[in-house]
């Protein structure tokens, strides 16, 4: 049964950096593509970075420049790196797999950018 586990986060002025960890286990960060996705309070969940199992990485416009999403093999884990972080940032950050069709969700880690 695979699972995945979200740390870090929190909360940070604007302009502050936050990183934010997803631990995966039984299921293998490099057999597919890892995703990191955002939900505000009355938004829909968005995508905001992902990592192939080939190791390129893409993002959402609204991030590209401030966010890092990279990846520890050994460690089986998914990081992402927030930078210069805004109001807009604020929300629940889910870790994201899917294999063999199936979905699979973090519990979600809250980050808050505020003043």
């Known amino acids: 049964q695979g699972q995945l586990v979200e740390s870090g986060g929190g909360s940070v002025q604007p302009g502050g950096s936050l990183r934010v960890s997803c631990a995966a286990s039984?299921?293998?960060?490099?057999?597919?593509?890892m995703g990191w996705y955002r939900q505000a309070p009355g938004d829909r969940r968005e995508w905001v970075a992902s990592?192939?199992?080939?190791?390129?990485?893409s993002y959402a416009a609204s991030v590209k420049g401030r966010f890092t999403i990279s990846r520890d093999v050994a460690k089986n884990t998914v990081d992402l790196q927030m930078d210069s972080l805004n109001a807009e940032d604020t929300a629940v950050y889910y870790c994201?797999?899917?294999?063999?069709?199936?979905?699979?969700w973090g519990q979600g880690i809250q980050v808050t950018v505020s003043s």
């Open positions: 039984g299921i293998s960060i490099r057999a597919g593509s």
């Open positions: 994201n797999a899917v294999r063999s069709a199936r979905d699979y």
């Open positions: 990592i192939s199992s080939g190791g390129t990485t």
